[in-house]
């Protein structure tokens, strides 16, 4: 099995984040903090889907998870990942950690 991959590898990936996930300086006034975990599906086409965000030990406004859910649905397009050789739609998450203390 080998896992979707963003243009450009992980390296790419991140630099895309850092570039993109841009907190709002309305936002970076209030104390917020936490980790927002990200799933998301890359489908045989490479196009992200069912993008959705868990909160976990977090202070952090609803505007944020908007946020990173924007900016992960224009990630792309993707390498699909193949199972026997074959495009599979993948399941993956990520996390994003804030602290605008």
């Not at 709002?24 to 069912?50: A, C, F, H, W």
């Not at 900016?71 to 993707?78: E, F, L, Y």
Request: charged share 25%.
């Amino acid at each position: 099995m080998v896992f979707p991959k963003f243009k450009g590898g992980k390296k790419a990936l991140d630099q895309y984040l850092r570039d993109n996930v841009i907190v709002p300086d309305s936002l970076q006034k209030i104390n917020n903090e936490g980790v927002i975990v990200m799933s998301y599906r890359v489908n045989t086409n490479g196009q992200i889907t069912e993008v959705t965000t868990d909160k976990i030990n977090t202070t952090l406004s609803e505007s944020f998870h908007k946020l990173v859910l924007d900016v992960m649905k224009k990630a792309g397009p993707w390498q699909p990942g193949l199972k026997n050789g074959k495009p599979f739609n993948a399941k993956l998450e990520i996390s994003f950690k804030f602290n605008t203390k």
